[in-house]
């Protein structure tokens, strides 16, 4: 169990999770199709501008971004602020439509659905928001909170509906005392139970948690970590984890994607990532984790220059500006995601080709 996520280093964290879950390997062994997959997913937002401006501009979210995640698999998201890993979570939710791209969950084409028909496959798919308080209604008591999704989605009695609010409460470690309360009236902890409770109404396969636990105070943050682990396994869910907290990641995931300003720049399993990060800005990530030991005074790794702007990303690599590694070509073309091991895929021209040309 994680007692304290936040002030942990990785290598001190427990690492059963680093390693598929029984459910997962059961899938893998099975070779099932993916619970959900991207493929080329771009997302532009255009921003306010005309013809006297010099013409519309767009900030470039998502950039040609494709991934799987398995049945039963916690996959993680990570990166910096700004990188896309939030407008991406809500893309393979449909809250938000691609600019192109496809979004194809247990096989089937989401963005090629609207109305009735879209409206039904989201019941397989929750959300759970950062921000607990202002995800939660202010003007409904706890009860309707967890309550609207089974109104709106399905044919319920009173005494059922009841019945069932009291036991999504239970499950998340509620009770009956807090039904009747205002969001308001409850810790951000408790708020976070309910989110979580609202998001298992409709028994879906499939959970997105957008920053779950970093609003929390950090003795918090372990006990919802705990409870998501505990519902995983009970209720078979899938979840997509996207987190800047590397610890909480590693902890929780079975496979982890790091993003830079809209891009997927290495994909692995979690334990290999912590073991063995190939790109450049998964190491620079890994080693600005502050490392609280006894004697240690080694320095942070900081990265030199700043992120370009996502409106006017650069050309070739977009980590180049910042690469400790750069070469002529990574300014002119861009990488794409190679698998340099089995299930460990990394996009840099400089690794790349030294694993390439190694005996």
Request: overall charge negative; some cysteine; proline content about 8%.
């Amino acid at each position: 169990m994680l007692t304290n996520p936040s002030l942990q280093p990785a290598e001190m964290l427990p690492t059963h999770m680093t390693t598929p879950s029984p459910i997962l390997e059961t899938t893998l062994g099975q070779q099932t199709q993916p619970l959900i997959e991207v493929k080329d997913i771009v997302k532009k937002f255009r921003l306010p501008g005309g013809w006297l401006s010099g013409g519309a501009s767009y900030v470039h979210a998502v950039s040609g971004v494709s991934l799987q995640v398995q049945p039963g698999e916690v996959f993680g998201l990570v990166g910096e602020s700004g990188c896309g890993k939030t407008t991406l979570g809500r893309i393979m939710l449909m809250l938000l439509e691609p600019t192109s791209g496809q979004v194809l969950f247990e096989g089937q084409d989401l963005t090629e659905m609207a109305g009735n028909e879209l409206r039904q496959m989201r019941q397989k798919m929750q959300v759970v928001f950062q921000n607990p308080l202002a995800s939660l209604s202010p003007r409904l008591k706890i009860f309707d909170v967890v309550a609207e999704p089974l109104r709106t989605h399905q044919n319920i009695d009173k005494s059922t509906l009841s019945d069932r609010v009291v036991e999504l409460l239970n499950l998340v470690g509620l009770g009956t005392q807090h039904i009747n309360r205002f969001p308001h009236e409850l810790s951000g902890g408790q708020c976070q139970r309910v989110a979580i409770a609202r998001a298992l109404a409709l028994h879906p396969k499939l959970i997105i948690l957008d920053e779950p636990t970093s609003a929390l105070d950090v003795s918090v943050q372990a006990q919802i970590i705990n409870l998501l682990e505990d519902l995983r396994k009970e209720q078979g869910l899938t979840y997509t984890f996207i987190s800047h907290d590397l610890a909480v990641v590693q902890h929780i995931s079975d496979r982890i994607g790091v993003m830079y300003l809209g891009k997927l720049v290495e994909v692995a399993s979690s334990e290999a990532i912590f073991a063995e990060p190939h790109h450049p800005y998964t190491q620079a990530l890994l080693g600005a984790i502050p490392q609280p030991e006894v004697g240690d005074t080694d320095e942070l790794a900081i990265l030199s220059g700043t992120v370009p702007s996502p409106t006017d990303p650069p050309p070739g690599c977009r980590f180049h500006t910042r690469c400790p590694l750069v070469q002529s070509i990574c300014t002119a073309e861009e990488p794409e995601l190679i698998e340099m091991s089995p299930g460990h895929e990394v996009a840099c021209h400089v690794v790349n080709d030294v694993h390439h040309r190694k005996p």
